[in-house]
């Protein structure tokens, strides 16, 4: 066994925990390669992202620091975004970089990649992204506008990947959003030179209009994930140093496009159910790839998703069949609750990790960095990783509890935390898409939720009547979080802004009178 493994993390984008067959016995989409990976590996059953959407969780994953020390307080990065990462931020990237490790990243960024342009109407004409909208029919690129496009994309970005600790990059931005092409590195492949078809937007495919490279298709990606995934892991296998592959895939989020041999698989007569099957078809190939090539003895495989599953992709048609992509949780992508966060996680690592093992204790994927450090025998800088801490104990089977507390977030910057036994949740719906709190507050729901997640971890019945003291202590241990800029032991850190747990302004009927009981 290396001493320094090999590390591969397969981050797929909106896959519920119920999604995954080894987690949810009584689910409808076969996943035979997640299941594979649980039968030789340990199974995480308290898994949470940092929050319950995208580009935060993918913050914290890769920074080991909590999304909302950053400006991102709420929602995602936006179109043409700029970086999420400072420049002098450690990512895992360049931790394992500093290490010996060549490191490389294949999919969606999603962090802002740092464009070097102004963004007009040319770059993005319609703000409106959602699915439920008539769209116009195709648009023209006028000569004015494709000269416009010519000057952006021939310029480097800025701050994506490769500025970020990668010495490698293939990917995509944001796989809905434009521009709809590749990027090698720090440069599009290719000059985007036509707006994408009207066909291709709405019906849970692409969001919004843009510019994209001719004869583009989303059913592309997958296919180009899993043969560049194959192509590094060869060449990297025949090198000596050790090899840090980070792939976050496309899917299952949308766009819905399915390859044909995988449309009606599922039987749900549903294409994310489908492009569930597909996306544990590119991770088996992943495996095969690392077997093929002499390297899985030698590698850490971490599969985990980015956060729940969003329920605008047919979850009701789904639930009437039988498939609960939460499981037995409640709430979907974007809330509070722990179907927004709560993920599939499962790792293997040959020698050290018993095959077929189940891990109950809470961890955050925030601590895949502490993780890496503890790996490489390493400790990490008091200005990184501050809200992580180390699995290595787990992997080698001492069953006792690394982190005591998790601060989840959802899509409208709604915090709860978890500590131990229980979860506090600091809105009276779901923070997010599942119950709107405005509407929660109208009907008198109290600002606050209580769960005990042992014995309700549906979090149906709310204690917060009755255990005010419990509800007290949790706001003062998430006050001290937020203070301490950190969650880890360490050096007193400062947060990149002032950072509000409550966010009333949000709720119209709550003032701030309702906080005394608290």
């Not at 914290?60 to 420049?87: A, F």
């Not at 963004?119 to 409106?128: I, L, M, Q, R, Y």
Request: aromatic share 10%.
């Amino acid at each position: 066994m290396r001493a320094r493994p090999n590390i591969v993390v397969f981050f797929v984008d909106d896959m519920g925990y119920g999604d995954v067959s080894c987690l949810n016995p009584n689910g409808r989409i076969p996943t035979p390669n997640f299941d594979r990976l649980a039968a030789e590996g340990m199974t995480f059953t308290d898994a949470h992202s940092t929050s319950a959407v995208c580009s935060p969780s993918r913050y914290g994953l890769l920074c080991g620091r909590y999304n909302w020390r950053t400006s991102l307080q709420s929602g995602i990065v936006r179109h043409y975004g700029d970086p999420l990462i400072d420049e002098d931020r450690m990512t895992v990237a360049s931790f394992l970089k500093s290490h010996g490790y060549h490191t490389g990243c294949i999919g969606k960024w999603h962090l802002g990649m740092g464009w070097d342009f102004e963004v007009t109407t040319e770059f993005k004409p319609d703000e409106d992204r959602f699915n439920n909208r008539p769209y116009p029919g195709n648009l023209d690129a006028t000569d004015e506008t494709l000269e416009t496009w010519k000057e952006a994309f021939s310029k480097p970005t800025t701050g994506g990947p490769t500025t970020r600790g990668f010495d490698t990059y293939f990917g995509v931005d944001v796989p809905n959003w434009p521009p709809y092409c590749y990027i090698d590195n720090d440069r599009t492949v290719g000059i985007p030179s036509e707006y994408l078809p009207a066909r291709l937007l709405g019906n849970n495919q692409a969001s919004t209009p843009g510019p994209a490279m001719p004869y583009w298709h989303f059913e592309q990606l997958l296919p180009k994930w899993a043969e560049k995934a194959d192509a590094y892991i060869r060449e990297r296998a025949a090198n000596e140093e050790p090899f840090f592959l980070y792939l976050p895939m496309t899917s299952p989020h949308t766009p819905l496009s399915v390859n044909a041999e995988w449309i009606g698989k599922s039987r749900l007569n549903n294409l994310y159910a489908d492009l569930v099957m597909e996306t544990d078809d590119v991770f088996g190939q992943v495996l095969a790839s690392l077997d093929e090539n002499g390297v899985a003895d030698d590698t850490i495989v971490l599969f985990t998703s980015d956060n729940g599953c969003a329920h605008y992709i047919g979850v009701e048609m789904m639930e009437e069949q039988g498939h609960y992509p939460s499981a037995h949780l409640r709430g979907y992508k974007s809330d509070a609750w722990d179907g927004g966060h709560r993920i599939p996680c499962i790792v293997r690592w040959p020698g050290v990790v018993e095959a077929g093992k189940t891990c109950d204790q809470l961890v955050c994927l925030s601590d895949l960095m502490a993780t890496c450090a503890d790996v490489v025998g390493s400790e990490l800088p008091d200005k990184a990783g501050e809200d992580s801490v180390s699995w290595l104990s787990l992997f080698e089977g001492r069953d006792e509890p690394v982190r005591s507390h998790v601060v989840h977030h959802s899509i409208r910057g709604k915090f709860a935390v978890r500590d131990g036994r229980w979860k506090l949740v600091l809105c009276p719906g779901s923070g997010g898409w599942a119950k709107q709190d405005a509407e929660a507050a109208e009907e008198g729901l109290p600002i606050v939720q209580l769960y005990d997640m042992v014995g309700d971890p549906g979090e149906q019945n709310n204690l917060e009547a009755t255990h005010r003291e419990k509800v007290k202590e949790m706001v003062a241990l998430l006050e001290r979080i937020v203070d301490d800029g950190r969650s880890t032991p360490g050096e007193k850190q400062t947060n990149d802004v002032d950072v509000d747990i409550w966010k009333l302004d949000t709720v119209p009927a709550m003032d701030a009178s309702v906080l005394d009981d608290y």
